[in-house]
């Protein structure tokens, strides 16, 4: 099982964040207003797909609940201090979805098989 965090919001703040699904130089053009979605943070295992879950506060498969606001987020990292999610530190990843909810991007966690 994998999962993602996926990212719906403008251009400008996708890219500062790092969080654009593919290199900046393929969205050459791109108004920085324009609306795209971006991927946050990818899981690439069971477990890491827990842990990402875990820090959005959602359940895997509760998928009437996926949409990841501030309110739900996890506030004690502290299980997590030094752990990583396909190589990203969890603390990192956390930061980066605070960035992009107070930026007004609509975040979303989504399970993959």
């Not at 009437?64 to 739900?72: A, W």
């Not at 030094?82 to 399970?111: A, R, S």
């Amino acid at each position: 099982m994998e999962a993602e965090v996926v990212a719906i919001g403008p251009f400008s703040v996708l890219r500062e964040c790092d969080a654009l699904s593919y290199p900046v130089e393929f969205y050459e053009g791109t108004p920085d207003n324009a609306i795209i979605v971006g991927i946050v943070a990818f899981a690439c295992t069971r477990s890491e797909a827990d842990i990402l879950a875990t820090t959005c506060n959602v359940e895997v498969w509760d998928l009437g609940h996926h949409k990841v606001t501030k309110p739900k987020l996890l506030t004690d990292l502290s299980p997590f201090v030094d752990t990583t999610v396909n190589e990203q530190c969890v603390c990192d990843v956390y930061d980066t979805l605070i960035k992009l909810l107070d930026d007004g991007v609509d975040l979303w966690f989504i399970p993959i098989g």
